[in-house]
C-alpha cells in the first residue's frame, strides 16, 4: 500500500469551488472592529526619565519645539476646517439630483407587494455569484452582500435608472424597503468620489458614494417613517468592501466534475 | 518565535477573509459569523503571549480558536454541533432546494452547485472549503477540526460523489446532457 495521497484527486471540484467561494470577504465593518481590537492590544510608551544634567539644554529645546508645534498646529487647524467644510459639502453630494431622484423612482416602482423582482438569468441564491453576473452586465463591479440586521433578501435583476441599465437588489424589513444599485459613473449626473453621502428625498433615506468608475447607493423607505438617514449610511460604511467584480471564467470545471461520475 | 505586536496584528488580520468564510459555514447566519470572528480575534489577543508562530502557524491556530469559540457556543446555546455521520451528508437548511433553478447554462450549474454546497452540513462544507478555496492539507484540516486525517479523506469522497450526483440530476433536467439509458 503507497503513502497516503495529500492532495484530493479532484481538481476540476476545486478549482470550481476556489472560484466561487474565494471572493467572498469579510464585511468592511467586521474588518475594521477586529483591527481597532488588535490596535487595542498595543503596548503602551514607556515613561521616560530625564537626566537633570541636560535638562536646561532639553528646555531649549522644548520651548523651540513648543514654538514649532503651535504653529504646525494653526496649520493643522486651517487645514481641518477646509476638510470639515469640504466634507459636510461633500457629504450631501455623492451623486447629482438628477441620478438620485430616478433611484427613488425605480426604488418605488420595484419595491412593491407582490413583486418578486427576481430576474430569471441573474442567479438569486449566491451572492458572489448574482454579483460576477451583475457586474458583468454593467461592466463594473457590484455591491451584493446579505445585508443582516434583519433585512430580508427579495431579489436582484437589472433595472433602469433614469433610463441606464442599473444592478439593483432588494430587501425588506417589518414593512421597510431597502434597495441597492450598483450603476456605472458615466450613466450618473455630477458623480464625485469620496466619503459616504447621505441624502432625504420624499421620505426616502439615500446613501451613497462613488468609486473608480461606479456609483453605489442605497435607497430605504419606510411609510412609518421608522427608518433614519444614519443607519442607512451606517448600513452602507458596513457593506463598503462588498463589491464584486465580473467573472473571468465560464463553467469548464463543472463540465469537467460531470464527467468524473 | 515571538512576534512583535504589529507583526501579530499584521499577520493576524490577513487571515480575516478565511475566517469569516468558515464562521459563515459553520454558523450559517452573517451576523453570528461576525460575532464568532470578532470574538475569536479577542481570545486571540488575549492569548498572544502563549502563541509561537513556528510552532503553531498563525492560520491554523486562529482556525482552531474559532472552531472551538464554537463548539463552546453551541453546547452553552443547547445546539450541540451534530456529530455527523459519514452516511448523513445533508445539513439542516434544504430551503436551496425548494428554489426555482434559473438559467439553462452553465452559469445556472455554478449556481445549483452553490445550492448543492450550501445543503451539505456544516462539518463538510468546512473540509470541503478548507481543502478548495485555503489549500489546506490533510493534516491541517485535520489538526484544525480535531477529526482522524481518515475522517478528512472520506469526507471530501463523498462530498465530490454528492456534489457530483445533484450536478448531474441538474445537467439532465436542463438538458446539459442526456440521461443515462437504464
Redesign the interface.
Known sequence: MGAPLDQFDAPELKSAVKRLYAAERAPAGLRQRVEAILRAGEPQARPVRIDPAVMGQVMWQVRWQVKWQRAAAAIIVVGLAGLIIRVAYERNHPVGGQTLLAMVKTHDFCCRDGNPHQHRDIPQASFVLMGQTLAGRIKEPVLAADMGDGWKFVGAAMCAVNGKPSAHLVYRRNGQWLSIFSIPAASCDNVREGAIGGEKINDHMIAGFAQTGGVYCIVGSCPKKGLQLEEIQQLLRKHQGDLIAPRATSSVAMVELLQQR | MKLE??E??RL??EQ??L???VA?RLTRD??RA?DL??ET??RA?RS?DGFNLEEFGMKPWLLRILYNLHVSRSQREGRQPATVDDLELAGPDRR?AS?PI??RS??????Q???A??GLSQEYQSV??L???DDF???EIAETLDIP?GTV?SR??RV?QK???E??EY?VEAR??RAEKE
Not at chain 2, 452553465?106 to 449556481?111: A, I, K, S, V
Open positions: 505586536q504589529r501579530f496584528e493576524a488580520l480575516i477573509d475566517l469569516y468564510r459563515r452573517p451576523n461576525e470572528v470578532q480575534y479577542l489577543l498572544r436551496s428554489l434559473d438559467g452553465f452559469e445556472g450549474m455554478d449556481e452547485l452553490v445550492r454546497i450550501d470541503l472549503l481543502w478548495a478555496v492539507s490533510y493534516k486525517i479523506m471530501l469522497h465530490r456534489l457530483s450526483e450536478l448531474h445537467a446539459i446532457v
